[in-house]
């Protein structure tokens, strides 16, 4: 399975825009780059999802580059309810099919 | 979107017993199930997954009957730890996928602490 590297913690202001990496070389063509994130003591939750275009939804945008071998989850304005885990995950554009979490970044968002 | 719930949200049990946990999706129907586990400060390793009205599937090092799975309906799927010890206890996380979505919805969780 192809595999996903992303930074183990990160900081950021309230407040302020937040970029999170992940890499990604050895995607495969038909993998798509998916995002979930997990509160404290929380099941997970979906962030967004692309193939090869950039993508905005009402939670974040996700910039994909253009060999595709990384990504970047953005999050405009972070407020303190987004500070969590975030995992980026390669997979189809099917819902029913397993996902393997990585380590994920650990975001703190600073008052 | 869509939810999903999970019953008990906390259960505490002696070692030996026997710990049902159910996970519902509320306003869809699933056509697959699947069961997490996640140890603390560590990431979810997936156990199992699970179609409406057959076996579920196992990864590799999960014990099947130790780790029961049950998924009649497309709304209900229930993971039992049967003879459960210490090393159960864990943060046990439901997700659920419906046809008309393309990500899955994962339930609130159910920490199992076994005494």
């Known amino acids: 399975d192809a595999k996903t590297t992303q930074p183990n913690s990160m900081e950021s202001n309230e407040e302020e825009p937040v970029h999170l990496p992940c890499n990604h070389s050895?995607?495969?063509?038909?993998?798509?780059i998916h995002w979930y994130r997990q509160l404290p003591s929380q099941g997970p939750e979906y962030v967004i999802h692309g193939l090869t275009s950039n993508v905005n939804n009402r939670m974040a945008s996700l910039a994909i580059a253009e060999d595709r071998k990384s990504s970047t989850l953005i999050l405009h304005r972070a407020t303190l309810r987004d500070a969590a885990v975030y995992y980026c995950i390669l997979g189809t554009n099917f819902g029913n099919e397993k996902l393997t979490f990585g380590t994920g970044t650990r975001l703190t968002i600073i008052p | 979107g869509a939810v999903v719930s999970q019953h008990p949200s906390w259960v505490i049990c002696k070692s030996g017993t026997s710990v049902k946990i159910e996970c519902r999706s509320l306003?869809?129907?699933?056509?697959?199930m699947f069961w997490y586990r996640q140890f603390p400060k560590q990431s979810l390793m997936l156990m199992a997954t699970?179609?409406?009205?057959?076996?579920?599937?196992?990864e590799q090092g999960v014990e099947k009957d130790k780790f029961l799975i049950n998924h009649a309906s497309l709304t209900l799927s229930t993971l039992t730890v049967t003879s459960a010890h210490p090393e159960d206890s864990s943060f046990y996380i439901c997700?659920?996928?419906?046809?008309?979505?393309?990500?899955?919805?994962f339930g609130p969780g159910t920490r199992l602490t076994v005494l």
């Open positions: 050895t995607i495969s063509g038909t993998d798509y």
């Open positions: 997700s659920a996928q419906g046809h008309s979505y393309n990500e899955q919805f």
């Open positions: 306003d869809f129907q699933a056509t697959t």
């Open positions: 699970s179609n409406e009205g057959s076996k579920a599937t196992y």
